[in-house]
Each structure stands twice: as C-alpha cells, then as structure tokens.
C-alpha cells in the first residue's frame, strides 16, 4: 500500500491571512516561485489559500504548493504539496518530506529573516500518520486477527469474531474508517485486496447499524 503523506504546519506569529500575504510576497521575489491563485475571503475567516508552483529544477513533474488555513486554529496554515507525477509516483513518506524541505524551507527561512521571527515547519512523523484503535475496540480487533491474520478466505468463525468489532465500533462510535480498517487489516498480514474486501464489510456493517437505529427511533419516537 502506498505510504499516508504527513500533515505539514506553520504556527504563525500574526493571524493566518497576514501570514499568506507575507509569504505570497515572499514567493514573488525568491527565484522559483510563481503564484498562481490566493484568495482571500472576508466573509470567512478560515477559508483563506495562497496557491504556488515551484519552478526550479525538481525530480517531480509540476510541483505545486498549497498553504491554507486550519479551520480549527486560525494561528496555523497548513502546507500541502501536489503533482502531476512524482518521482516515485506515488511518492513515499520519505520523499515527500524531502521535497517538503527542499521547496517550503526556503520559504519559511526567508520570512524567518525578514521578520526576525523563529517559525518552524512542524512534520507528521511517519509513525503518526498510520490509524490506531483505543484499547477497547483493538482487544476486539486483535481477536478477530489471532486466528484470521493472513486467512484467505476467511472461516465463518473469522467472520463472527470480525462482526463483533463492527458491533462494538458502532457501539462506541469509532471514528475509524473503512480506508483505517483496511490499512490495519494490511499490516495485519492481509493482502491489500483482500483487506480492501473485508475493510468494505466494515463500512456496509456501521451503515447498516446506524440505518437499523435510525429506523428504529422513527418507528418509536
């Protein structure tokens, strides 16, 4: 399975709009940098975004750079990098960092200069970016995985033991996704399509129960 890119922050040292606009004059004058849209909504304070190419030479094909800003804390922007193909394609965790660093560093060094100011990029380590359960749902899961890990095709017993972690997800809420699942299901020891398959009963098994409870509180309310 392809590597989870890493959320890439800027804690700013002025409101987040201030900080795009320092940084869009900033790309106007370093050799490299064209920018190709910022918008500046003030009708909404946390839709503001400043998008950039870089145009020096890079191993990845139209290398564009995103800044916008967190909708839950407007002190932070938030980086993001797009290709049209990258090298790899895709790109692993460990190249898409270097990239970080080699095209945004020069940015933040520069508005560091200028405004005599100590602002950092933060990086998501790779650790980090994989999906976790709480401790509750993954005693459920890894007795599902002690004697399915690997399986294919699964026995009716896996399956059992697999709908009992659906049940108690849906009992608890977990915020988990189907793409989770699958992932844990890949490290697990399953192959990415086989994971895919499980994974995808995951989804239809919490639509189904929060369809069941619906329909339950219209008949009885």
């Known amino acids: 399975m392809r590597d ?3 959320r890439v922050t800027v804690k700013t040292d002025i409101n987040s709009e201030a900080f795009l606009r320092r ?9 490299g940098y064209e920018v190709i849209k910022a ?6 304070e946390g839709s503001h975004s400043l998008i950039l190419k870089y145009t020096l030479h890079s191993p990845h094909d139209n290398l564009m750079i995103h800044l916008t800003t967190d909708s839950k804390e407007d002190s932070r ?10 090298n790899p394609d895709p790109p692993t965790y460990e190249v898409y960092v270097q990239a970080v660093r080699e095209v945004i560093e020069p940015l933040i060094r520069k508005y560091n200069r200028r405004r005599g100011s100590r602002r950092r990029l933060t990086i998501q380590s790779k650790e980090s970016t994989e999906p976790t ?12 995985l002690r004697g399915a890990a690997g399986r294919c095709p699964l ?28 992932r844990l299901l ?26 069941k409870l619906y329909w339950y509180h219209f008949q009885y309310e």
């Open 4 to 6: 989870i890119l890493p």
């Open 133 to 144: 359960l709480p401790p509750r749902c993954a005693r459920f899961f890894e007795g599902f």
């Open 39 to 44: 918008t500046y909504d003030y009708l909404d």
């Open 23 to 31: 940084i869009e004059r900033i790309a106007t004058e370093l050799n």
């Open 186 to 211: 890949w490290r697990a020891g399953f192959s990415e399509d086989y994971a895919g398959e499980i994974a995808n009963v995951y989804h239809h098994g919490r639509s189904l129960l929060k369809k």
């Open 77 to 86: 922007v938030v980086f993001s990098l797009a290709a049209r193909k990258w």
């Open 155 to 182: 026995h009716a017993s896996d399956w059992g033991r697999f709908y009992l972690f659906v049940r108690f997800a849906h009992r608890v809420s977990l915020q988990s996704d189907e793409h989770d699942i699958k």
